[in-house]
C-alpha cells in the first residue's frame, strides 16, 4: 500500500515539477520579449520564477530520494559486511525520517505564519511559498518509509536460493 502510495507522489510530483519549469520557461522567455522588443517589462516574471524554482527544489527533493539519487558515500558504506551494511542504511534512513518530521513541522508554522505577508509583485500570500518545505517534507517521508520498508522486508525464499547458487 505503502509503495503505491509513494509511487503515486512520485508521478504527481514529476507532472508538477514539469508544469512549474514549462510555466517558468514560458514566463522567463515571455519576459524577455516584452523588455527587448516590446519596450516594457514584466512586473512579476522574475518573481514567479523564483517561487517555482521554490517548489521545484523541494518536490525535486523527492524525487530525488525516490529514485535513490542523492549523494552518499558509497566506499564507506560498501567496507562494512552485508549486516552492518543493512543497519547503517536503517539508521541513515530513519535519521533522514527526524530530521524530514522536523523540517515538516517547522515548514508548517514557517508557512501559516507568513500566510498574511504579500508578495511585492504579483500580491500571492508567502504562505503558499513557504508552503513547498513542508509539502516536499511530507513527500520525501512517504518515500523514506518506502525505502525503510524495503530494507527490513526479508527477502522471498526464491531470491535467497538463487544467491547461494
Known amino acids: 500500500m505503502l509503495s503505491r502510495v509513494s509511487h503515486w507522489l512520485n508521478r504527481l510530483s514529476e507532472v508538477v515539477c514539469c508544469g512549474v519549469l514549462l510555466a517558468m520557461t514560458v514566463t522567463v522567455v515571455l519576459q524577455v520579449v516584452c523588455r527587448y522588443i516590446l519596450g516594457a517589462a514584466l512586473t512579476w516574471s522574475e518573481e514567479f520564477a523564483r517561487y517555482g524554482l521554490v517548489w521545484i527544489t523541494f518536490l525535486g527533493a523527492g524525487i530525488a530520494l525516490k529514485r535513490r539519487a542523492h549523494m552518499?558515500?558509497?566506499?564507506?558504506?560498501?567496507?562494512?559486511?552485508?549486516?552492518?551494511?543493512?543497519?547503517?542504511?536503517?539508521?541513515?534512513?530513519?535519521?533522514?525520517?527526524?530530521?524530514?518530521?522536523?523540517?515538516?513541522?517547522?515548514?508548517?508554522?514557517?508557512?501559516?505564519?507568513?500566510?498574511?505577508?504579500?508578495?511585492?509583485?504579483?500580491?500571492?500570500?508567502?504562505?503558499?511559498v513557504y508552503l513547498a518545505i513542508p509539502?516536499?517534507?511530507?513527500?520525501?517521508?512517504?518515500?523514506?518509509?518506502d525505502h525503510l520498508l524495503d530494507l527490513l522486508r526479508p527477502l522471498p525464499v526464491s531470491v535467497i536460493g538463487e544467491a547461494g547458487d
Open 72 to 128: 552518499g558515500v558509497l566506499a564507506i558504506v560498501e567496507m562494512f559486511s552485508p549486516g552492518v551494511r543493512k543497519g547503517v542504511q536503517v539508521f541513515t534512513i530513519f535519521a533522514v525520517m527526524v530530521f524530514l518530521v522536523i523540517a515538516t513541522l517547522k515548514g508548517t508554522e514557517l508557512a501559516v505564519f507568513n500566510m498574511k505577508q504579500l508578495s511585492p509583485a504579483m500580491g500571492l500570500p508567502m504562505g503558499y
Open 135 to 145: 509539502m516536499g517534507c511530507l513527500v520525501m517521508i512517504i518515500h523514506a518509509a
